[in-house]
């Protein structure tokens, strides 16, 4: 059954730089994650089909704080702060590290996470941190191979495949592109399915 895009609705929450400033822990969230320089903001803005709803910027890491978008009362986008970028002071990175590790394993609302990779530099350490985490707290994991406007399809793929022989039973991934829309209707499948929206349209 094809899903119509419920991610147009969604709209800008609020902004926390502690965990006791997130929304009340019930109802569905689905984070999204991904080093500084990796597309994340684009992807959600691909998703959404709304052109800034998250922040894009030519310097990456500004964003420092978990950004939450509402889809609906019971329905919330997590965009975790970019990691990765070399001028982030260590105090910085260090706070982040210890929130992101509470937020994994306490965010009971917590139903899947979209971890976004350039597929030109895919499974780097924050990557796999992040991979680890998920699993460790047996949470879905779905890799986005951004950026696939800049490959041919036959290097795409091979790395594809080589992303899924690394991943735990846990994650999944997919190629994407936010410039050429390649593989949204999947992305929307794959969510439409965590938030629960299939069973309310069927």
Known sequence: MKIINPFRNARYVLSAHHLRQLPPDQGTEVAIAGRSNAGKSSAIN????QKSLARTS?????TQQIVIFELDP???IADLPGYGYAKVPAKLKAHWRNVMGRYFADR???????????????????DQQMLTWCDASGIPCHILLTKA??????????????????LPPTASVQVFSSSK?????????KLATWYEYDKDQG
């Not at 691909?46 to 089909?49: I, K, R, V």
């Not at 030519?58 to 500004?62: F, L, M, S």
């Not at 009971?108 to 924050?126: A, N, Q, S, T």
């Open 74 to 76: 019971d329905r919330r």
């Open 58 to 62: 030519k310097t990456p890491g500004r």
């Open 108 to 126: 009971k609302c917590l139903r899947g996470v979209v971890l976004v990779m350039d597929i030109r530099h895919p499974m780097r350490e924050f």
């Open 46 to 49: 691909t998703l959404t089909d």
């Open 181 to 189: 829309k390649t593989g949204l209707e999947d992305l929307v499948e």
């Open 149 to 166: 406007d800049k490959l041919k399809r036959g290097p795409a793929q091979a790395t594809l495949h080589k992303v899924q022989r690394e």
